[in-house]
């Protein structure tokens, strides 16, 4: 995999672009996820707008993949919630924008989506779109812990139907992505890494093909920045995320990625989110960390890059 060289942003009336090197993250505009609307998930928040349409949607995604700066390998597509909510995106508008990505040169297409829109009838849409594609579902799961789930993020989810519907998604030759969070309220730090650790663990056990580590970001408009300004969360350091990483083994390691640890912020866009806290004088170091842990899933070269990372930081503890 080459090593990032950017991180792009692009706004579109109707989509919001987001990418690092031949990675690229599609977010359509949608009326919003249907579990916000019911108050779940105190952390997270995408906004809500209005559904694009079939026409739009095949504009904006040929626009931005042939302005990309590199070749697209990895193509993200999503909404505000998820892609595969009827509601938030029609099916004939999702069949359009699959038919133009089945004639692309991308070689991996990852579809991002909420666990309860998995069923035959979508996998088996998905799949004959998509033909010559390496398809993956991604899917926020966040922690194994129901208590955390449940107490710490006020999310609920059947864990039992989540492990079927990743049985499902992979009898149709369809990888699982399952996305992680770092940074659950109400536990401690130790109490997060642990959580997190053991979280990782059961994905991968269970099926997940690869798990994305979230830290924590604080954004506004959600209960966990309103719980941060009255001084009754805590920011998350790099820190943790490194211990994390340090206690996974080399096979672990080549299936873990890791999202929004203040790439954004570096690349000058989502200003008003508050990504995890950076040691003092570490800023380009942990850039350069999490650029070249990113460029390269080798399970050893990992190991041996958080080793070197986590010395640095134990020294000035």
């Known amino acids: 995999m080459k090593k990032f060289v950017s991180n792009i942003n692009r706004q579109f009336h109707d989509a919001r672009i987001w990418g690092q090197g031949s990675f690229m993250h599609v977010c359509f505009e949608s009326i919003g996820c249907r579990f916000r609307k019911q108050g ?23 626009d931005a993949v042939g302005k990309w700066p590199q070749h697209v390998d990895r193509l993200l597509l999503g909404t505000c919630g998820s892609i595969l909510d009827q509601a938030e995106m029609s099916r004939e508008t999702l069949g359009v924008i699959l038919k133009s990505v089945a004639k692309m040169n991308v070689a991996h297409v990852l579809l991002e989506t909420h666990y309860t829109t ?19 579902i991604e ?11 449940q107490k710490s993020f006020r999310k609920y989810m059947d864990l039992s139907q989540l492990k079927k519907s990743m049985e499902m998604i992979s009898g149709y030759g369809i ?16 109490q997060q890494i642990d959580d997190t650790y053991m979280s990782i663990k059961w994905a991968l056990e269970n099926g997940a093909a690869e798990v994305v580590v979230f830290p924590a970001n604080i954004k506004p408009g959600t209960e966990m920045w309103e719980m941060y300004k009255n ?47 950076i040691p003092d004088g570490f800023n380009e170091t942990l850039v350069n960390f999490y650029q070249d842990f990113m460029s390269d899933f080798n399970g050893i070269y990992r190991i041996n890059l958080i080793k070197q990372m986590k010395e640095k930081l134990e020294a000035t503890s």
């Open 40 to 62: 779940y998930c105190l952390m997270c928040d995408y906004g809500i707008g209005k559904n694009v349409d079939c026409n739009k949607a095949v504009a904006i995604l040929e």
């Open 139 to 149: 899917m926020g799961f966040e922690s194994a812990n129901p208590k955390v789930l």
């Open 231 to 277: 001084g009754n969360y805590n920011r998350i350091s790099h820190k943790e995320v490194i211990w994390l990483l340090s206690r996974l083994n080399e096979q672990e390691l080549e299936r873990v990625s890791i999202s929004w640890y203040g790439d954004r912020q570096n690349a000058g866009i989502d200003m008003d989110i508050i990504p995890p806290i």
């Open 118 to 136: 998995i069923d035959e009838d979508v996998l088996n849409f998905i799949r004959n779109a998509l033909p010559n594609k390496e398809i993956y």
């Open 175 to 190: 990888h699982t992505i399952l996305n992680v969070f770092l940074g659950a309220p109400f536990l401690s730090e130790q």
